[in-house]
């Protein structure tokens, strides 16, 4: 909501009157001389002067840029034509500057946010587009905290010659705060949600940018649909925000099944990937989220999570998460975690978290190559995020970032079964320390698309890694063009530079490039690679959900690409 402000006669004297004569000829030369009796004035002419249908605007142009550095006074007294010449008379006048520009009555931490010093003011050129800066500033201060009505001029203006003192007086009107957020349409989601994912609590003070944001933030809630824009209610001292807003299928379901007989036993067992997303099931902005694989016959993974936001309408959310995997008859991993969430304004968060590691070694066998054990780790540790995408979905603009980093003990239980030896080079108790960082910047090109600047990465910092305590990556959530966690490793890092073309809201098609590097140091062994990965790939949205398919190629360990490698990646998710 933006009010008008008053900047006094002066601003009228600098901007007023800014065209000139009009000429219609075709193709003349342009002379300017500059009256007598002043002072040289440096103009900025490009090489080449300006046809006759623009010699109106050309002389406007430079008659604004001598106001903007001071001359306030400029003009072309004189222009005459004769011929195909146009000769114009410009009167420039001296240059005014500052006696002192006061602070007023505005107030001294509105002034310091703005980066108002008066001693800036003070024997300086007058330029109006720095005080129009100024003002904007200011206004903007007042808007954002409480004073949506808030005017802003010039007071006690003098002008002795070349010089101009004034002060600066703002009108703030009455405080504002918001009273009540309405919503109008047949929205289930309890409103205490909505109101603090927006940052708009009732008797908070009036803040126009969060205002702003408000069409951005509900489409960043899968569960919501805006029925038309909001709109605001103004009485003194109090604004009322009305919202129209209505349900919105979100939860999904996505699934392949299959069926292979087991190659050691020949029972028959089920394969597969199987993910379910419960989006706000409770109606307060809670998620419930599973995933089961199981690629190959031996090797299974599960992971859930729960995330519940705005704890007792508070900034404050948990999350909870757990991983199983098992890897053949080899080992298996279970990994539990708990954070506790500090959501930000704009939606940005804070979070401390603890991580629980465990590793199992499933067959006496797998000890042999000294490359598994068993092991226990926990970590503690503070992350934050950071997103400032136009849409999270599918976004054409803005960055993006979570980083994580933690420290904590790890124990390695020693196996009854095995000789004493076996853990006579190992560490049974160390240190762990273990960092994370996904971030992101989409640069807009043209009107529909966008190219991304990606980087993915992991660390884990430790005496003696083994590999069942390792990252898994590969596959279509890190590189793609390789099978799904194929490559371990205890630090890699995944660069990705990706064009996208948006066809819809939820459409887009792509062309990608995924360079990653990473090590593999497993009790005291080091394996080093830099894998790449290319190819493209379609998100299509159909009235039944989101249809997607991705194909990529692959290179590892300099071997040559191979077209019978690529990885084919298909997948449709249905709304419910």
Same mark, same amino acid.
Request: charge should be negative; hydrophobic fraction near 40%.
């Given at each position: 909501?933006?009010?008008?402000?008053?900047?006094?006669?002066?601003?009228?004297?600098?901007?007023?009157?800014?065209?000139?004569?009009?000429?219609?000829?075709?193709?003349?030369?342009?002379?300017?001389?500059?009256?007598?009796?002043?002072?040289?004035?440096?103009?900025?002419?490009?090489?080449?002067?300006?046809?006759?249908?623009?010699?109106?605007?050309?002389?406007?142009?430079?008659?604004?840029?001598?106001?903007?550095?001071?001359?306030?006074?400029?003009?072309?007294?004189?222009?005459?034509?004769?011929?195909?010449?146009?000769?114009?008379?410009?009167?420039?006048?001296?240059?005014?500057?500052?006696?002192?520009?006061?602070?007023?009555?505005?107030?001294?931490?509105?002034?310091?946010?703005?980066?108002?010093?008066?001693?800036?003011?003070?024997?300086?050129?007058?330029?109006?587009?720095?005080?129009?800066?100024?003002?904007?500033?200011?206004?903007?201060?007042?808007?954002?905290?409480?004073?949506?009505?808030?005017?802003?001029?010039?007071?006690?203006?003098?002008?002795?010659?070349?010089?101009?003192?004034?002060?600066?007086?703002?009108?703030?009107?009455?405080?504002?705060?918001?009273?009540?957020?309405?919503?109008?349409?047949?929205?289930?989601?309890?409103?205490?949600?909505?109101?603090?994912?927006?940052?708009?609590?009732?008797?908070?003070?009036?803040?126009?940018?969060?205002?702003?944001?408000?069409?951005?933030?509900?489409?960043?809630?899968?569960?919501?649909?805006?029925?038309?824009?909001?709109?605001?209610?103004?009485?003194?001292?109090?604004?009322?925000?009305?919202?129209?807003?209505?349900?919105?299928?979100?939860?999904?379901?996505?699934?392949?099944?299959?069926?292979?007989?087991?190659?050691?036993?020949?029972?028959?067992?089920?394969?597969?990937?199987?993910?379910?997303?419960?989006?706000?099931?409770?109606?307060?902005?809670?998620?419930?989220?599973?995933?089961?694989?199981?690629?190959?016959?031996?090797?299974?993974?599960?992971?859930?999570?729960?995330?519940?936001?705005?704890?007792?309408?508070?900034?404050?959310?948990?999350?909870?998460?757990?991983?199983?995997?098992?890897?053949?008859?080899?080992?298996?991993?279970?990994?539990?975690?708990?954070?506790?969430?500090?959501?930000?304004?704009?939606?940005?968060?804070?979070?401390?978290?603890?991580?629980?590691?465990?590793?199992?070694?499933?067959?006496?066998?797998?000890?042999?190559?000294?490359?598994?054990?068993?092991?226990?780790?926990?970590?503690?540790?503070?992350?934050?995020?950071?997103?400032?995408?136009?849409?999270?979905?599918?976004?054409?603009?803005?960055?993006?970032?979570?980083?994580?980093?933690?420290? !904590?003990?790890?124990?390695?239980?020693?196996?009854? &079964? $095995?000789?004493?030896? /076996?853990?006579? =080079?190992?560490? +049974? @108790?160390?240190?762990?320390?273990?960092?994370?960082?996904?971030?992101?910047?989409?640069?807009?090109?043209?009107?529909?698309?966008?190219?991304?600047?990606?980087?993915?990465?992991?660390?884990?910092?430790?005496?003696?890694?083994?590999?069942?305590?390792?990252?898994?990556?590969?596959?279509?959530?890190?590189?793609?063009?390789?099978?799904?966690?194929?490559?371990?490793?205890?630090?890699?890092?995944?660069?990705?530079?990706?064009?996208?073309?948006?066809?819809?809201?939820?459409?887009?098609?792509?062309?990608?490039?995924?360079?990653?590097?990473?090590?593999?140091?497993?009790?005291?062994?080091?394996?080093?690679?830099?894998?790449?990965?290319?190819?493209?790939?379609?998100?299509?949205?159909? !009235?039944?959900?989101?249809?997607?398919?991705?194909? &990529? $190629?692959?290179?590892? /360990?300099?071997? =040559?690409?191979? +077209? @019978?490698?690529?990885?084919?990646?298909?997948?449709?998710?249905?709304?419910?």
């Amino acid at each position: 909501m933006r009010f008008y402000f008053t900047i006094t006669c002066l601003f009228f004297i600098c901007y007023a009157t800014l065209t000139g004569v009009r000429l219609s000829a075709q193709g003349v030369t342009l002379q300017i001389d500059q009256s007598a009796n002043e002072a040289a004035v440096k103009l900025n002419l490009p090489k080449n002067g300006p046809d006759s249908s623009e010699v109106n605007a050309f002389l406007a142009a430079l008659r604004y840029e001598l106001i903007e550095d001071g001359y306030l006074a400029a003009s072309f007294d004189t222009v005459i034509r004769n011929g195909d010449t146009v000769r114009a008379v410009l009167n420039a006048g001296r240059p005014y500057k500052w006696a002192k520009l006061s602070a007023g009555n505005v107030r001294e931490e509105m002034l310091s946010k703005a980066g108002y010093r008066e001693k800036f003011f003070r024997g300086t050129p007058f330029k109006p587009a720095e005080m129009s800066r100024l003002f904007e500033t200011l206004l903007d201060l007042a808007e954002n905290n409480g004073y949506p009505f808030a005017q802003l001029g010039l007071a006690d203006v003098v002008i002795d010659g070349e010089e101009i003192e004034a002060a600066l007086k703002m009108n703030l009107h009455a405080y504002t705060v918001i009273d009540s957020i309405i919503i109008k349409g047949d929205l289930e989601t309890n409103r205490r949600v909505i109101e603090n994912h927006l940052g708009l609590m009732k008797g908070a003070a009036y803040n126009q940018s969060r205002l702003d944001r408000i069409p951005l933030r509900l489409r960043e809630l899968p569960y919501v649909r805006v029925i038309k824009p909001y709109e605001v209610g103004m009485r003194e001292g109090e604004a009322d925000i009305y919202l129209y807003l209505e349900n919105k299928k979100a939860s999904n379901f996505d699934g392949v099944l299959g069926v292979l007989p087991d190659p050691v036993t020949g029972d028959i067992i089920f394969t597969g990937d199987v993910t379910l997303d419960l989006m706000n099931p409770f109606k307060r902005g809670e998620s419930i989220n599973l995933r089961w694989q199981r690629l190959q016959t031996r090797t299974q993974q599960l992971d859930l999570r729960f995330a519940y936001p705005f704890l007792f309408n508070t900034p404050v959310g948990t999350e909870f998460n757990i991983n199983l995997f098992r890897q053949d008859t080899l080992f298996s991993q279970v990994n539990l975690g708990l954070a506790i969430q500090y959501f930000l304004p704009g939606g940005n968060k804070l979070k401390f978290y603890v991580d629980d590691f465990q590793a199992n070694v499933i067959s006496a066998s797998a000890y042999q190559q000294g490359r598994l054990v068993d092991s226990r780790s926990v970590i503690f540790g503070i992350g934050g995020a950071v997103n400032t995408l136009d849409y999270r979905f599918n976004p054409r603009s803005g960055y993006f970032f979570d980083i994580t980093a933690g420290g !904590g003990k790890k124990r390695i239980r020693e196996n009854a &079964a $095995l000789d004493e030896s /076996f853990y006579d =080079d190992v560490n +049974l @108790r160390s240190e762990i320390y273990n960092a994370n960082i996904l971030a992101g910047y989409h640069q807009p090109v043209g009107r529909r698309a966008t190219l991304l600047f990606r980087v993915r990465g992991g660390y884990f910092l430790n005496d003696n890694m083994f590999l069942n305590e390792a990252y898994r990556i590969g596959g279509l959530k890190s590189i793609r063009g390789f099978d799904e966690q194929a490559i371990f490793a205890t630090g890699f890092a995944v660069g990705t530079l990706e064009f996208r073309y948006l066809l819809e809201e939820n459409s887009n098609v792509f062309l990608f490039i995924d360079q990653a590097a990473y090590e593999n140091r497993i009790n005291r062994e080091v394996e080093e690679d830099t894998p790449l990965g290319f190819g493209g790939g379609i998100n299509f949205e159909t !009235g039944a959900g989101i249809f997607s398919l991705t194909y &990529a $190629l692959g290179r590892q /360990f300099d071997n =040559d690409i191979s +077209l @019978r490698g690529g990885k084919l990646h298909f997948g449709f998710v249905s709304f419910f």
